[in-house]
């Protein structure tokens, strides 16, 4: 195929509507749609508000205490593990969270919050952050 069939192939593409364009002035897509689960979108159109979970991507390496022979050493480790990394992966969304005064309870073994009567701003905020897997 020449260029101007190329061309001319991704403009009827574009004519035709089978590839959404960008509208001036709307906001980029950032995948933060993808994250957010229906029943959390139904709940937000319906209520304006939702209660809903935020689960984070990191987890730590736990295979590094497979060795261990002490299963209270090893018990403390993991918990430490799992900790550090909810700490680390979760600190903006917590700060997100306690500056708008919403409330919420933490989990370090799944590595997830819980959040209670959140709005749509604070759902698309979080569920855009890189860490979060989904909402």
Known sequence: ?????AIWSVLLVFALGLVPLQVAGAAPDDGAGDKVRQPVQ????DKGRADFWVRFADRPDLDRFSGMSDWGARGDAVWEALQETSVTSQAQARARLDQEGV????FSITNAIRVSGGDADLVEGLAASPSVEGV
Do not use: D, P, V
């Open 103 to 106: 409330t919420y309870q933490a």
């Open 1 to 5: 195929m020449g260029a101007a069939a």
């Open 42 to 45: 139904q709940q937000l159109e």
